[in-house]
């Protein structure tokens, strides 16, 4: 059995974290320098810095957000929003991610991935996949892009599929469905995802009790639990979260 990873999202804009529902109704969240810090303090494994407006707003990702958060800890981080060519990947790299997370470049450039994880290494390249249900599709998921504003009309699970062949190192499945509402992650889009590639996947979107995290695990066959809401708002907290996961006989880092 695989350890299991506890991964703080911190959603920015506007050099704040801020957390919506469904992508939107932004609400303020904090300073991310302390949050960062705080969550290396409660125990995160991980940590996950999104620029969700760099990609509507056609700009790169702040390095300065990165440099400043990266500084203060100590635990991977990983980096997403608009990052589009491998230069934005060497300098978010080099401001102190460890890790970065590309979407709708990815979907617009397949060969960027493959060229990034030949460069990179594949440890290094996420893809986040954002999909909504969509019956007209072959898995029931179609992708959307332009942080969650734009379907593809493009089959995600078969997309998973294809970033394993390019090279990615990691999925990062969100559902439109899910996002912000602590209704529980989307677990048959997750798990549909987690059967499809043989690659670590990050279950994203909706965490909102301790039972859902269990449940990202053993019913949606995730390995890394990405949360925001509830670690934000202190509604739980990692080190509850940990103990929980241990009790119900999973393994984690404490």
Not at 65 to 70: A, L
Request: contains cysteine.
């Amino acid at each position: 059995m695989s350890t299991v990873k506890i991964m703080p999202c911190l959603d920015m804009k506007d050099g704040r974290v801020v957390k919506g529902i469904h992508f939107v109704d932004l609400k303020d969240a904090g300073d991310p320098v302390e949050n960062a810090a705080f969550y290396q303090k409660e125990g995160a494994d991980e940590l996950a810095m999104l620029d969700i407006a760099a990609t509507l707003e056609n700009r790169k990702t702040r390095l300065m957000w990165v440099k400043n958060v990266s500084s203060v800890i100590d635990i991977p981080l990983t980096v997403g929003g608009g990052i589009s060519s491998l230069d934005d990947i060497a300098m978010v790299l080099e401001a102190g991610a460890d890790k970065i997370s590309m979407n709708s470049a990815a979907v617009k450039d397949h060969d960027l991935v493959r060229r990034a994880a030949k460069i990179f290494g594949p440890e290094k390249i996420t893809v986040a996949i954002d999909a909504r249900r969509n019956k007209e599709m072959p898995s029931g998921f179609e992708l959307v892009v332009s942080g969650g504003t734009k379907p593809v009309g493009q089959d995600a699970i078969a997309w998973a599929r294809q970033c394993q062949e390019l090279g990615a190192g990691v999925i990062l499945p969100t559902s439109m469905d899910g996002d912000g509402t602590q209704a529980g992650y989307d677990l048959e889009f997750t798990r549909a995802i987690a059967d499809a590639v043989n690659l670590p996947v990050i279950a994203s979107g909706g965490a909102g009790t301790l039972e859902h995290f269990y449940e990202g695990v053993t019913r949606g066959g995730a390995q890394v639990l990405l949360a925001a809401s509830v670690f934000h708002y202190r509604i739980l907290s990692i080190k509850q979260v940990k103990q929980f996961l241990m009790d119900k006989g999973l393994k984690v880092n404490v």
